[in-house]
């Protein structure tokens, strides 16, 4: 990112955070996409989004797994917000996606910038915290990392969160509530903890506002409490039962009772790193006039993890549904705002020392991403907004152009193997092991339907052409991608990938 001094209009003067925003944006996109291995079309967690963005653009898509796409899309609007701006735009679905990437990390960075402008007396400082945002890392056992590389609706979430609190320390409390509200139809959980993280960081800077936020209080209990007992939510409430877990076993972020002693050690030193900050700003007479009221607000977050844990214990399907240590991931916000002031300003005035943290974090993001693109993963570019031109995309542009409603048998692991999803495709898939093990979390009937097609499958790269004939007239499947050579009527290749035809 480019020195905070460059859009000074004379001599000292203090740029304004559009220009620091201006001037940092495509810096920002870059490192952060860098130590995000990357930006790719369809990695990971899209192998849930597209098929619900495909489906709420064309409902005649999967007519065979509808049911096990909306165990997860009926939470959120957000198939139908990215269904409705590509109809409306006209613009391919990658293409979209990718914008809205570059729209999640441009709002992460104008959020930080604003955090880091009321925290800190110096432009420089600001520069640092936006470096640090940029180095990707797990939040432990959480199931989620602080940036990925592709976009994900809970990232646009966290986004959207974090310029929350940033009007929350300028005491916009009408922004705090559009934003978290708007947050809320992409992603429920993530916006959840912001909006405990806020309600209680304004009941305890705002005495005015106390009897509101406890009648808005009791009446978000009565409505949970009816959505719990007698309304969407009460299937939620019953206990996973051991055959259901048992489809959740690899899942092991899910379940804290589980965890290693060093992950509860990583993750409960959020604490005592925010604390003693709080603690040593305010005995320094510099706290921000709310910010006892930021730091309560987020350390009730643990408290509200403490709470669910008995019930993740009891195997309570929505205490596991809801993921509650991702509320970590707002105390590492948190904590890394503490840091940096710590590290690049203290109760010190002058600017040298916060430009020397800035510039060391500006190296490590450089350095990390540089080794990460080069090292690591030396054959991925930049940013790949369309599938590629690869074996894989070749098969996969060859089953979009196969007959509508045509269901595919395929490995397992075909999304880890080849890096997609064949269901990007617009196509059923017998089953697509990792991901759809994860759906399983939210429904009882889709995790069992899971484990019993792996289970039929067997082993695939040993798949005999009358064992899948048997599952094409089980299950009714059209078509085979497979590596394997077998006597069957051969339709398409690309490299060692082959497609052949089940039925006639």
Known sequence: MSSPDAVAGAPGARPTLSAIFLIALVPFLVLA????????????????????????????????????????????????????????????????????QVMTLGLLAWGVIRIGDVFYRTRWAVAALLFLTTLRHAISKSGTNTLEGYFHPRQLAFALGTIAVAEFLRGRQAGVWVLLALAGTLHPTTTLWFAIWMSVATFVAEPRWRRHLLAAGAVAGVIAGWALVAGPLAARLVTM??????????????????????????????????????????EHGALLPRETGLVAGCLALVLVFLA?????????????????????????????????????????????????????????SVGRGTYIMTVEFPDRALAEVTAGDGDWSRIMNRVRASEPGSAWLVDPGHAARYGSSLRLAGRDVFVEGIKDSAIGMYERDVALRTRDRVREIGDFPALTPERARELAAAHGLDYLITESSLALPEVFSSGTIKIYRLRP
């Open 241 to 282: 039962d051991a055959e259901w877990l048992a489809t959740l076993s690899a899942k092991d972020y899910l379940f804290p009772a589980r965890w290693p002693v060093v992950t509860w050690l990583t993750n409960l030193a959020y604490v005592p790193v925010i604390v003693g900050i709080y603690r040593y700003r305010r």
């Open 308 to 364: 669910l844990l008995p019930f993740n214990i009891a195997r309570t399907a929505l205490a596991i549904q809801l993921q509650p240590a991702r509320t970590f991931w707002m105390l590492d916000l948190l904590a890394g705002v503490y840091l940096v002031w710590a590290c690049a300003e203290g109760l010190s005035a002058g600017a040298a020392r916060a430009r020397a943290v800035a510039a060391v974090l500006a190296l490590v």
């Open 33 to 100: 996409t860098a130590n995000s291995a990357g930006y790719r079309y369809g990695a990971s967690d899209q192998a849930f989004y597209v098929p619900a963005v495909l489906e709420a653009m064309n409902p005649a898509l999967f007519p065979r797994d509808s049911h096990l796409i909306a165990s997860q899309a009926r939470l959120t609007l957000f198939d139908e917000v990215i269904g409705g701006a590509a109809r409306v735009t006209g613009l391919a679905l990658p293409v979209m996606l990718a914008l809205f």
